[in-house]
């Protein structure tokens, strides 16, 4: 029998639904869901399967793929496949999968909110309606803004035209230079310092890798405007977080959105919390009410396809079985 684990550390009617969509699309396979990776030892010695997103492993990753011998495949419910995929301690048989080309809308709608919310300083606006204070200031435009996404995939190729619909200058940012509709041109990732003095946005969307860690640092920060605005809708570890607070705090950038970061949940005793020029959601810019109903028919393919043995035939494989050691699927 087929043994799955589901970890997922999200709210528990979200979970229940991931659990149930995959449980009826393989009644006959072992199917257990977890919502803390702390619960997972008793199933490490029988799981064939696991479910999951990179940061729910947190510092336990290289335990997990470490003790569970008969694991053949990872399959996670996001786009980045980072803390499994690019963990030293990935066996070279198991197979990664990931959730590829339906983030497009809810992120490119998360990012134009991200940016609307800091040029007219909604999270203010927000503060004095509970403090019943009558405050007003002009706002900042998108029109004719210039804003640089960092990271040219899917989403973005989404989020660009969206943005030129607002009369913004769109540049991107990327390791494969080359025409993209919807962008003004791209340029390197090696110039991102000498071009981000243009933007009024600095836009993350890029996934997280070696290559990626901090890419966003106290150069980059020294480089922008200071009425720039700083969106992180990618992974914490893309961004310096030390940097970025100094740069907060001493008004090298004007602002930020937040919504992913280093460490998750974000602690309480985080200087972000409290810091009236940032923007925190939690790690939600990709879903939606639909993100469950459209990725279990993805996750149900698959399942389909592995226990078939048509390994070939999983949609969204990252890292076939059978990759070299030390293969970097993010880079």
Known sequence: MTSIVILLGLAPGQTQRYYNGIRS???????????HVSQIEPHLAEMDVLITHGPYLADRADHVLSNSPKLKWIQGIGTGVDNFADRPTLRSDVTITNIHGIHGNPM???????????????????????LQTWESWPSRLLTGKTVGILGVGSIALTLAPRC?????????????????????????????????????????????????????NSAVFDA??????????????VVDE????????????????????????????????????????????????????????????????FRRGNISGMRNIVRPSGAAHGTNPLA
């Open 224 to 237: 922008m405007k200071p009425e720039a605005y700083l969106i992180n809708l990618a992974r914490g570890g």
């Open 108 to 130: 490119s709608e998360a990012a134009l909110a991200a940016m609307l919310a800091l040029s007219r300083r909604i999270p203010r606006n927000v503060r004095n309606q509970a």
């Open 25 to 35: 699309g393989a009644p006959d396979a072992k199917v257990t869901l977890l919502s």
């Open 242 to 305: 030390a940097a970025l607070l100094a740069a907060l705090q001493n008004g090298k950038i004007a602002g930020a959105a937040l919504d992913v970061f280093a460490t998750e949940p974000l602690p309480k005793n985080s200087p972000f919390w409290s810091m009236e020029n940032v923007l925190i959601t939690c790690h939600q810019s990709s879903t939606h009410e639909g993100t469950i109903d459209a990725i279990v028919p993805i996750i149900n393919h698959n399942i389909s396809q």
């Open 164 to 216: 030129k619909a607002f009369d913004m200058t769109v540049i991107g940012i990327s390791t494969g230079v080359r025409p993209v509709p919807g962008f003004d041109r791209i340029v390197h990732r090696d110039s991102l310092i000498e071009v981000v003095k243009d933007f009024d946005y600095l836009l993350l969307q890029t996934p997280y890798s070696p290559e990626t860690h901090n890419i966003v």
